[in-house]
């Protein structure tokens, strides 16, 4: 072996028996055979290795198998390292450089525990590469679809990051793979269509795992939306919850805390106190956490707790009116709680200091400030905070609700916001427009790609009509207006042509009959007409039974045959979308490279969709095989059919164009 | 957009038009044109604000005449806005070409809003704040500090001033609040001065109403003010408030003590004075023989030393002999203290006339009508003469002297209360002594005579006819326009009661039974169930608010609300709301949702919008009436039925229902925005109540949603929000929305009607003219007298000498 120090590092390796020298770089590793021409080079990237496998500890031959994604080159790479003296610090060495791609490729999350391990085992037997070897693989049966699934599409290997260097990919990338390969999954178990669809194309190997979600990004979102969402603190006051009546019918309850605390009959209170619990009580009463930090090691937890539920902190805490009075008496003196007992915030002011600014149009002691102090007193009823034991209540609302807000927001801190707000002048902006007074704005349209479009426009010049009747000379249409004219001033009804003539009074002979004369004109126009009518009726009936037989349930298709149209109509769909979505034109500014991937989807699309009818056909055969009305196959495809041929004809044009 | 009325083009900063909007400019610039005072109501939200500034600049700057915009405003957030508006205004205006070269546009707060001195800006009160920065900058401080610097500390952004040119201390151009701070900031100049002494160069100023109305600080601010200028009063429902605040004053018992004690702290220091400078005072005596006012010669520095009445009541002679000598003027004071205080022991309530008032006091004390008219003055004059510093301790002196000579200067329209307890069932006295005016005309009556055109606009200002009446004015144009929808963007519902049946009420009787707190509570759950985003709710009172949130928490009903979302309240402390509000915004923005309970006529109900996802519902918990018992309501409302023969009844649900529509509009703001309007309270069923709300709400309350239980309620509001949240095209215009063209079409059709108008009268005029000539000579008196009925003045009518057996 050669050049520990430079970054190729060479080995003396066998591969398919013929002795060469196996050259791993920081991304790369290919083995050279010794003999020119003895053997292909064999040459791969190391972020597609997934696996490697090492024969075990003393046998014959130290080797070591090195599988790759989509199993290319099949059944991976096996080396035997040769070098007699150094063999198994060889392979060790070349397992210890491919670890961590190995175990990337893998798990997209760095699996530092694994190389950790294998690092400090320095035993030569190769028992730890064995073991990890284990692992990998029993981790790649568990993930082996995962990686299908994110690898590059169609086999073309490692698309996404070929350009760069593959070993450069950062964990944060990794992470984001895999991340987005869970939302994907996410969706596809939520959408049950989606997923048969995905299975067909994805999995049928028809489309890549790529093509299939472009265009398809909204949905990944609203389940990343969805996904991220993490359930906030109950909003409920924390003490509310620890009422007595909680849990009780009829009474209104919620939050998290419903029977914390429950009475045995007659018994003692017992309390329910979770970690969580504790949390909250600290946080919304920072001196609980103070009295816990300074007393607890001296005394029990329980006995911290079971005094400060009985102490008068905890009814103060509380914040209510209710009870608090009837109870004093009841309250033990302690010694440690009754020191941070302190007067209620019930004054005007409040006890916590206040911000000097607002924003502007917040600012309401702007306004009592900006004319003097009023110098008349308000009524008794528009005093604010007469109602002092309100008060204490009223400010934990507002700062229960500050906390909460906070709280969901945590890394955002507050003297951010405000600078953001307060500096500048476009929030107040803001605050005074009216939106709808605006014009519209102006569409992001993209403009129609009419072929020929000149051709059309001239037409159109054509055709646009001048005139009232076009092509006739003034004169003309004088002599037309003068005819109609006279024609309307000379009109003279003519009933007789347009109706019936009554057939007339027939006399009645002597024997009783009627004397129809069959030769009367009128009777015979009379005649004629019955007749029509009878048969205009006819008529009318029988479209009226064949449209019916029409709207007739028909037999249902075969689940078969069913299955196969839905597949086949499902797969043509997604070909449509991607097709469309590929000639659609690019934004102005995008990439080159962007626009030819683009092309050859579309031509890739094509191509497949070319086959639409062949498979249509297909169904239809099937259909005839299973003794069905191949005609209704038809119609119900031809919807699909005819799209595809839209698609087709277009793009038969497009080609030609250039 | 750009379009003509008449021959005045107007610039307008937006691409549309609602089609009120045109009309509130057509009739504003008619009142322009005649010169004459108006009352305009527009619905809330419709952008009247902008068009406002719009149609006035626009005539300010095509006619030569160069008139003045003086715009006032209720509360320092709406005056912020404005000025904004006016900001991006006149940048729309300079975009569009428009010169209006050194066009400039200011807002007047408080020093308290405006200071930048590191130390005096850290006050939070504004009386101290004025006091620490007229020690900084008084004249006298100035004087000393310059000629011997270090001597006497002085403010370094007041200094840096001096170094501006008179007329060009800030650029031109438009400055909100925050605007000027900022510069102040980098120049290092003061804001509030630099707006004060550029008040007389400005082409619009934005202040609050008090500014004009309240004589303690309209001498000093607005005295300058050219008769020309526009005057405005926008958010102008509450001006007779306003009015009637200006001209009150209350003394309570520690007030008293303070000024006792101020009395003897300046008597000690007259004392020193005259040991060391008793030329001084020597000098003082001299010019008050000359009169009062070439003694108070107008100082920028001193506006809190100013007299409380209004100009044309000062008194321009000289200052009566009994007090012109410093200890005389002291013993006066003392003497006038010692004798309130002596009133303030009685223990039942006293409601008498300041005529009473004089005669007793001069019974007692011997103290004069005359002497007591120049307290005010005399007090201004002393305490510059002495030089004193920290003015705010002597506060409740200073209040005390224009109690006197607010009592000594007006007798009609006004009324001294005294009430010994706060409150009927009070055990332990707390005398208030109330001078309190009940005719709000007074106050206004110098600006109607003073600039010949004001203007007086709101979003609720129903009915019309009650502000003439009540400032004694007569407007030129009066005003309300609809509101022009294409879709019903907000659903008014009255609920009556709860969804057990049992009706619901603010009334006192009822308020408080546990019936009713629920049903008000189940509303606010439903409501914080249904409706999305922001829910704002509002009380009568803030007892009442105080009271029931109690309730409500311990019946469990706040539990239920916390479920869905986050709940803030209306706190007596101003900045406590507003950090209150701003975390409301901000749940309301994240999709939290809050609700938001607060008190009509407090603090968040004048003054802040709640907006598009900032309010999507306002519940009205109750109806807004004024606190009955209150002494002072009670001698209004019989001033208003003796004087203007205004029912008790009328008037008090006037009030209540312009409060409760001041409450519901805040929520809309254009006419994509949507929200629920619920009138929580039986009596809202009446059709007498419902009469006196603004014409653009009440026609969108149907006879069907007049009369709902809550559940019903409900569901109606579920089938609104969902009606509502679907998509619609918001820029078909036409109906509720005009282009240019639509306006041309109107503009056109409003031609040829008149046109047409004008033909009919000259035929119809034309065919009798002759007999018309003729009968002009002997009118029917009948007719004319019948006609002339409807308008005969009060006064007059009183003044015609009836005889009273008649």
């Given at each position: 072996?050669?050049g520990?120090?430079?970054?190729?590092?060479?080995?003396?390796?066998?591969?398919?028996?013929v002795?060469?020298?196996?050259?791993?770089t920081?991304t790369?590793?290919a083995?050279?055979?010794k003999?020119?021409g003895?053997?292909d080079?064999?040459n791969?990237?190391?972020?597609?290795?997934?696996?490697m496998?090492a024969?075990?500890?003393?046998?014959?031959?130290?080797?070591?198998?090195v599988?790759?994604k989509?199993?290319?080159p099949?059944?991976?790479?096996?080396?035997?390292?040769?070098?007699v003296?150094?063999r198994e610090?060889?392979?060790?060495?070349?397992?210890?450089?491919?670890?961590?791609?190995?175990?990337?490729?893998k798990?997209?999350?760095?699996n530092?525990?694994?190389a950790?391990?294998?690092?400090?085992?320095?035993?030569?037997?190769g028992v730890?590469?064995t073991?990890?070897?284990?692992t990998?693989?029993?981790?790649?049966?568990?993930?082996k679809r995962k990686l299908?699934?994110?690898?590059?599409?169609?086999?073309?290997?490692g698309?996404?990051i070929?350009?760069?260097?593959?070993?450069?990919?950062?964990p944060?990338?990794?992470?984001?793979?895999?991340?987005?390969?869970?939302?994907r999954?996410?969706?596809?178990?939520?959408?049950?269509?989606?997923?048969?669809?995905h299975?067909e194309?994805v999995?049928?190997?028809?489309i890549?795992e790529?093509e299939?979600?472009?265009?398809?990004?909204?949905?990944i979102?609203?389940?990343e939306?969805?996904?991220?969402?993490?359930?906030g603190r109950a909003s409920?006051?924390?003490?509310?919850?620890?009422?007595?009546?909680?849990?009780?019918k009829?009474k209104?309850?919620?939050?998290?805390?419903?029977?914390?605390?429950q009475?045995?009959?007659?018994?003692?209170?017992?309390?329910?106190l979770s970690k969580?619990?504790?949390?909250?009580i600290f946080?919304e009463?920072?001196?609980?956490?103070?009295?816990y930090?300074?007393?607890?090691?001296g005394?029990?937890?329980?006995?911290?707790?079971?005094?400060?539920?009985t102490?008068?902190?905890?009814?103060?805490?509380?914040?209510?009116?209710?009870?608090?009075?009837?109870?004093?008496?009841a309250?033990?003196k302690?010694?440690?709680?009754?020191?941070y007992?302190?007067?209620?915030?019930?004054?005007?002011?409040p006890?916590q200091?206040?911000?000097?600014?607002?924003?502007?149009?917040?600012?309401?002691a702007?306004?009592?400030?900006?004319?003097g102090?009023a110098?008349?007193?308000?009524?008794v009823?528009?005093q604010?905070?007469?109602?002092?034991?309100?008060?204490?209540?009223i400010?934990?609302?507002?700062?229960?609700?500050?906390k909460?807000?906070?709280?969901?927001e945590?890394?955002?801190?507050?003297?951010?916001?405000?600078d953001?707000?307060?500096d500048?002048g476009i929030?107040?902006?803001n605050?005074?427009d009216?939106e709808?007074?605006h014009g519209?704005?102006q569409?992001?349209?993209?403009?129609?790609?009419v072929?020929?479009?000149a051709?059309e426009?001239?037409?159109?010049g054509?055709?646009?009509v001048?005139?009232?009747?076009?092509g006739?000379?003034?004169?003309?249409?004088?002599?037309i207006?003068?005819?109609?004219?006279?024609?309307?001033t000379?009109?003279?009804?003519d009933f007789?042509?347009?109706?019936?003539?009554n057939?007339?009074f027939?006399?009645v002979?002597?024997?009783?009959?009627?004397?129809?004369?069959e030769?009367?004109?009128?009777?015979?126009a009379?005649?004629?007409q019955?007749?029509?009518?009878?048969?205009?009726?006819?008529?009318?009936?029988d479209?009226?039974?064949?449209?019916?037989?029409?709207?007739?349930i028909?037999?249902?298709f075969?689940e078969?045959?069913?299955?196969?149209m839905?597949?086949?109509?499902?797969?043509?769909t997604?070909?449509l979308?991607?097709?469309?979505s590929?000639?659609l034109?690019?934004?102005?500014?995008?990439l080159?490279?962007?626009?030819?991937?683009?092309e050859?989807?579309?031509?890739?699309?094509?191509?497949?969709?070319?086959?639409?009818?062949?498979?249509?056909?297909?169904i239809?055969?099937?259909?005839?095989?299973?003794?069905f009305?191949?005609?209704?196959?038809k119609?119900?495809?031809?919807?699909?059919?005819g799209?595809v041929r839209v698609?087709?004809?277009?793009?038969?044009?497009r080609?030609?164009?250039? | 957009m750009?379009?003509?009325?008449?021959?005045?083009?107007?610039?307008f900063?937006?691409?549309?038009?609602?089609?009120?909007?045109?009309?509130?400019?057509a009739?504003?610039?008619?009142?322009l044109d005649?010169?004459?005072h108006?009352?305009?109501?527009?619905?809330?939200?419709?952008?009247?604000t902008v068009?406002?500034?719009?149609?006035?600049?626009?005539?300010?700057?095509?006619y030569?005449t160069?008139?003045?915009?003086i715009?006032?405003?209720?509360?320092?957030?709406?005056?912020?806005?404005?000025?904004?508006?006016?900001?991006?205004?006149?940048?729309?205006?300079?975009?569009?070409?428009?010169?209006?070269g050194e066009?400039?546009g200011?807002?007047?707060t408080?020093?308290?809003?405006?200071?930048?001195?590191?130390?005096?800006s850290?006050?939070?009160?504004?009386?101290?704040?004025?006091s620490?920065?007229?020690?900084l900058?008084?004249?006298?401080?100035?004087?000393?500090g310059?000629?011997?610097?270090?001597?006497?500390?002085?403010?370094?952004?007041?200094e840096?001033l001096?170094?501006?040119?008179?007329g060009n201390?800030?650029?031109?151009?438009?400055y909100?609040?925050?605007d000027?701070?900022?510069?102040?900031?980098?120049?290092g100049?003061?804001?509030?001065f630099t707006?004060?002494?550029?008040?007389?160069?400005?082409d619009?100023?934005?202040?609050s109403f008090?500014?004009?109305?309240d004589?303690?600080?309209?001498?000093?601010?607005?005295?300058?003010m050219?008769?020309?200028?526009?005057?405005v009063?926008?958010?102008?429902?509450?001006?007779?408030?306003?009015?009637?605040?200006?001209l009150?004053?209350?003394?309570t018992?520690p007030?008293l003590?303070s000024?006792?004690?101020s009395?003897?702290?300046?008597?000690?220091?007259?004392?020193?004075?005259?040991?060391?400078d008793?030329?001084?005072?020597?000098?003082?005596y001299?010019?008050?023989?000359?009169?009062?006012?070439?003694?108070?010669?107008q100082?920028?520095d001193?506006?809190?030393l100013?007299s409380?009445v209004?100009?044309?009541?000062?008194l321009?002679?000289?200052?009566?002999?009994?007090?012109?000598?410093?200890?005389?003027?002291i013993?006066?004071?003392?003497?006038?203290?010692e004798y309130?205080k002596t009133r303030?022991?009685?223990?039942?309530?006293?409601?008498e006339?300041?005529?009473?008032?004089?005669?007793h006091l001069?019974?007692i004390?011997?103290?004069e009508?005359?002497?007591l008219k120049?307290?005010?003055?005399?007090?201004?004059?002393?305490?510059?003469?002495?030089?004193?510093?920290?003015?705010?301790?002597?506060?409740s002196?200073?209040?005390?002297?224009?109690f006197?000579?607010?009592?000594a200067?007006?007798e009609?329209g006004?009324?001294?209360?005294l009430e010994p307890?706060?409150?009927?069932?009070?055990?332990?006295?707390?005398?208030?002594?109330?001078?309190?005016?009940?005719?709000p005309?007074?106050?206004?009556?110098?600006?109607f005579?003073?600039?010949s055109?004001?203007?007086?606009?709101?979003?609720t200002?129903?009915?019309l006819?009650?502000?003439?009446?009540i400032l004694?004015?007569?407007?030129?144009?009066e005003?309300s326009?609809?509101?022009?929808?294409?879709?019903?963007?907000?659903?008014?519902?009255?609920?009556?009661r709860?969804s057990?049946?049992?009706?619901?009420?603010s009334?006192?009787?009822?308020?408080?039974?546990?019936?009713?707190?629920?049903n008000f509570?189940?509303i606010?759950i439903?409501?914080?169930k249904?409706?999305?985003?922001?829910?704002?709710?509002?009380?009568p009172s803030?007892l009442?608010?105080?009271s029931?949130?109690?309730?409500?928490?311990?019946?469990?009903?706040?539990?239920?609300?916390w479920?869905?979302?986050l709940?803030?309240?209306?706190t007596?402390d101003?900045?406590e709301?507003?950090?209150?509000?701003r975390?409301?915004?901000?749940a309301?923005?994240?999709?939290?949702?809050a609700v938001?309970?607060?008190?009509?006529?407090?603090?968040?109900s004048?003054g802040i919008?709640?907006d598009?996802?900032?309010?999507?519902?306002?519940?009205?918990?109750?109806?807004?009436?004024?606190?009955?018992e209150?002494?002072?309501?009670?001698a209004r409302?019989?001033?208003?039925?003796?004087?203007?023969?205004i029912r008790?009844?009328?008037?008090?649900t006037?009030?209540?229902?312009r409060?409760?529509?001041?409450?519901?509009?805040?929520v809309?703001?254009g006419?994509?925005?949507?929200?629920l309007?619920v009138?929580?309270?039986?009596r809202?069923?009446?059709?007498?109540k419902r009469a006196?709300?603004?014409k653009?709400?009440?026609?969108?309350?149907?006879?069907?949603?007049?009369?709902?239980?809550?559940?019903?309620?409900?569901?109606l509001a579920?089938?609104?929000?969902r009606?509502?949240s679907?998509?619609?095209?918001?820029t078909?215009?036409?109906?509720?929305?005009?282009?240019?063209?639509?306006?041309?079409r109107?503009?056109?059709?409003?031609?040829e009607?008149?046109?047409?108008?004008?033909?009919?009268?000259?035929?119809?005029?034309?065919?009798?003219?002759?007999?018309?000539?003729?009968d002009?000579?002997d009118?029917d008196?009948?007719?004319?007298?019948d006609?002339?009925?409807?308008?005969?003045d009060?006064?007059?009518l009183?003044?015609?000498?009836i005889?009273?057996?008649m």
């Amino acid at each position: 072996m050669a050049g520990e120090t430079s970054k190729v590092r060479r080995y003396d390796v066998d591969f398919k028996k013929v002795p060469g020298t196996l050259s791993v770089t920081a991304t790369h590793i290919a083995w050279v055979p010794k003999t020119q021409g003895a053997m292909d080079r064999q040459n791969q990237s190391m972020d597609r290795a997934i696996n490697m496998l090492a024969s075990k500890a003393g046998s014959k031959s130290i080797s070591l198998k090195v599988l790759f994604k989509d199993d290319i080159p099949l059944g991976g790479l096996t080396f035997v390292f040769s070098n007699v003296t150094t063999r198994e610090n060889d392979r060790k060495e070349v397992q210890d450089i491919l670890i961590p791609f190995v175990a990337a490729n893998k798990n997209p999350q760095p699996n530092t525990a694994t190389a950790a391990s294998t690092s400090t085992a320095t035993a030569p037997t190769g028992v730890p590469s064995t073991s990890i070897a284990q692992t990998v693989s029993s981790l790649s049966a568990s993930s082996k679809r995962k990686l299908d699934d994110i690898s590059s599409p169609g086999g073309t290997p490692g698309t996404p990051i070929t350009g760069g260097s593959p070993a450069t990919l950062s964990p944060a990338v990794r992470a984001q793979r895999k991340k987005e390969y869970k939302l994907r999954q996410k969706v596809l178990e939520k959408n049950p269509t989606l997923r048969m669809l995905h299975r067909e194309l994805v999995i049928g190997k028809q489309i890549t795992e790529e093509e299939f979600w472009d265009g398809r990004e909204a949905l990944i979102q609203a389940e990343e939306m969805l996904y991220s969402q993490k359930p906030g603190r109950a909003s409920r006051l924390l003490d509310d919850r620890f009422d007595l009546d909680a849990g009780r019918k009829g009474k209104s309850t919620g939050g998290t805390g419903v029977g914390i605390k429950q009475a045995d009959q007659n018994g003692p209170i017992v309390l329910k106190l979770s970690k969580e619990l504790t949390r909250e009580i600290f946080e919304e009463f920072p001196v609980v956490q103070d009295a816990y930090a300074k007393y607890v090691p001296g005394i029990s937890e329980t006995e911290f707790w079971s005094r400060y539920f009985t102490s008068q902190l905890w009814e103060r805490h509380r914040a209510s009116v209710r009870k608090s009075a009837v109870d004093e008496s009841a309250r033990k003196k302690d010694d440690i709680f009754d020191q941070y007992l302190e007067e209620p915030d019930w004054n005007i002011q409040p006890r916590q200091t206040l911000p000097d600014d607002v924003e502007r149009f917040l600012d309401l002691a702007a306004t009592e400030e900006d004319h003097g102090e009023a110098i008349t007193v308000r009524d008794v009823t528009m005093q604010a905070g007469r109602e002092r034991s309100a008060l204490p209540l009223i400010r934990r609302f507002n700062d229960h609700s500050k906390k909460l807000l906070r709280a969901a927001e945590a890394n955002r801190d507050e003297s951010a916001l405000t600078d953001s707000l307060y500096d500048t002048g476009i929030d107040l902006y803001n605050e005074i427009d009216l939106e709808d007074l605006h014009g519209p704005a102006q569409e992001n349209t993209i403009a129609l790609d009419v072929q020929e479009a000149a051709g059309e426009a001239d037409k159109q010049g054509q055709e646009g009509v001048v005139g009232v009747l076009p092509g006739k000379s003034d004169e003309e249409l004088l002599s037309i207006a003068t005819e109609s004219t006279t024609n309307l001033t000379h009109f003279k009804p003519d009933f007789a042509s347009v109706c019936l003539p009554n057939p007339g009074f027939h006399p009645v002979d002597s024997d009783g009959t009627t004397n129809l004369n069959e030769t009367n004109p009128a009777y015979q126009a009379f005649a004629e007409q019955r007749n029509a009518q009878a048969a205009a009726h006819q008529v009318v009936k029988d479209l009226h039974v064949r449209s019916n037989a029409e709207s007739a349930i028909n037999s249902p298709f075969p689940e078969q045959l069913y299955e196969q149209m839905k597949s086949c109509h499902n797969a043509a769909t997604e070909f449509l979308r991607q097709y469309w979505s590929a000639i659609l034109p690019s934004q102005a500014g995008t990439l080159n490279t962007n626009v030819k991937a683009k092309e050859g989807k579309a031509i890739k699309m094509a191509n497949y969709l070319r086959s639409t009818e062949n498979k249509v056909k297909a169904i239809i055969e099937t259909g005839v095989i299973l003794g069905f009305d191949p005609e209704r196959v038809k119609k119900a495809m031809a919807p699909t059919v005819g799209a595809v041929r839209v698609a087709l004809e277009r793009e038969a044009k497009r080609v030609k164009k250039p | 957009m750009k379009f003509m009325l008449g021959d005045l083009p107007v610039l307008f900063p937006y691409d549309r038009l609602y089609p009120e909007q045109y009309s509130y400019m057509a009739d504003l610039k008619t009142t322009l044109d005649a010169g004459g005072h108006c009352v305009l109501e527009m619905p809330s939200g419709t952008g009247k604000t902008v068009s406002l500034l719009s149609l006035i600049v626009s005539y300010m700057q095509f006619y030569p005449t160069k008139r003045k915009l003086i715009y006032c405003s209720r509360t320092v957030p709406e005056i912020e806005k404005a000025l904004a508006e006016l900001k991006r205004l006149m940048e729309y205006r300079a975009e569009m070409g428009a010169n209006d070269g050194e066009f400039r546009g200011l807002g007047l707060t408080s020093r308290r809003n405006l200071c930048l001195h590191p130390e005096v800006s850290k006050e939070k009160k504004g009386k101290i704040v004025d006091s620490r920065c007229r020690d900084l900058t008084s004249a006298f401080a100035c004087e000393k500090g310059r000629a011997n610097p270090g001597s006497v500390p002085l403010c370094s952004y007041h200094e840096e001033l001096n170094n501006y040119e008179t007329g060009n201390l800030i650029p031109p151009g438009i400055y909100t609040i925050d605007d000027v701070k900022k510069y102040g900031k980098e120049k290092g100049v003061c804001p509030y001065f630099t707006i004060r002494r550029m008040l007389p160069f400005l082409d619009v100023v934005i202040y609050s109403f008090h500014y004009l109305l309240d004589p303690k600080v309209a001498e000093q601010v607005s005295a300058e003010m050219s008769k020309e200028s526009i005057v405005v009063f926008d958010e102008a429902h509450n001006i007779d408030n306003v009015c009637i605040e200006s001209l009150s004053i209350d003394l309570t018992r520690p007030m008293l003590d303070s000024a006792a004690r101020s009395v003897n702290k300046i008597s000690d220091k007259i004392a020193e004075i005259k040991e060391t400078d008793s030329q001084k005072l020597e000098d003082e005596y001299k010019k008050l023989v000359e009169g009062l006012q070439e003694a108070n010669e107008q100082r920028e520095d001193e506006d809190m030393l100013v007299s409380p009445v209004l100009s044309k009541d000062m008194l321009d002679e000289a200052v009566p002999g009994n007090i012109r000598k410093a200890e005389h003027f002291i013993a006066f004071l003392k003497r006038f203290i010692e004798y309130l205080k002596t009133r303030m022991r009685v223990l039942h309530v006293v409601a008498e006339t300041p005529q009473s008032f004089l005669a007793h006091l001069k019974e007692i004390t011997y103290i004069e009508k005359r002497p007591l008219k120049f307290a005010a003055e005399r007090l201004t004059s002393l305490v510059r003469t002495l030089e004193l510093t920290n003015i705010d301790e002597h506060y409740s002196l200073q209040k005390v002297a224009s109690f006197g000579t607010l009592v000594a200067t007006y007798e009609k329209g006004f009324l001294l209360i005294l009430e010994p307890y706060e409150t009927e069932h009070a055990t332990v006295p707390n005398p208030i002594f109330h001078f309190t005016c009940l005719d709000p005309s007074l106050a206004i009556a110098p600006v109607f005579e003073r600039f010949s055109s004001v203007v007086i606009t709101s979003g609720t200002i129903s009915p019309l006819d009650m502000y003439p009446k009540i400032l004694q004015f007569r407007p030129v144009t009066e005003q309300s326009y609809p509101m022009t929808l294409t879709r019903n963007a907000f659903l008014p519902m009255v609920i009556t009661r709860g969804s057990d049946q049992v009706p619901i009420s603010s009334r006192f009787e009822v308020r408080n039974d546990p019936a009713v707190v629920r049903n008000f509570g189940s509303i606010l759950i439903d409501m914080a169930k249904t409706v999305p985003d922001g829910v704002v709710a509002f009380f009568p009172s803030y007892l009442y608010m105080e009271s029931i949130v109690s309730a409500w928490y311990d019946m469990g009903i706040l539990s239920e609300v916390w479920k869905h979302k986050l709940l803030f309240v209306e706190t007596p402390d101003a900045m406590e709301t507003s950090i209150a509000l701003r975390n409301y915004r901000e749940a309301c923005n994240n999709g939290r949702g809050a609700v938001m309970l607060s008190v009509a006529r407090g603090k968040v109900s004048e003054g802040i919008d709640f907006d598009h996802n900032y309010g999507r519902a306002v519940i009205m918990f109750g109806i807004p009436y004024q606190y009955t018992e209150s002494r002072i309501l009670k001698a209004r409302l019989e001033f208003l039925r003796d004087n203007h023969r205004i029912r008790e009844n009328d008037y008090l649900t006037f009030d209540a229902m312009r409060h409760a529509a001041q409450c519901v509009g805040r929520v809309l703001r254009g006419k994509t925005d949507w929200g629920l309007m619920v009138f929580a309270d039986k009596r809202f069923a009446r059709q007498d109540k419902r009469a006196k709300l603004p014409k653009w709400i009440n026609a969108y309350i149907t006879e069907a949603h007049s009369n709902l239980s809550t559940d019903v309620a409900i569901s109606l509001a579920k089938k609104f929000i969902r009606q509502i949240s679907q998509p619609f095209d918001h820029t078909q215009t036409g109906i509720s929305l005009w282009t240019l063209e639509d306006i041309e079409r109107r503009q056109l059709q409003d031609r040829e009607d008149a046109e047409k108008a004008e033909l009919e009268l000259k035929q119809s005029l034309g065919k009798n003219h002759r007999n018309a000539v003729e009968d002009d000579v002997d009118v029917d008196v009948d007719f004319v007298m019948d006609d002339y009925d409807g308008v005969v003045d009060d006064e007059e009518l009183a003044r015609l000498d009836i005889p009273d057996d008649m």
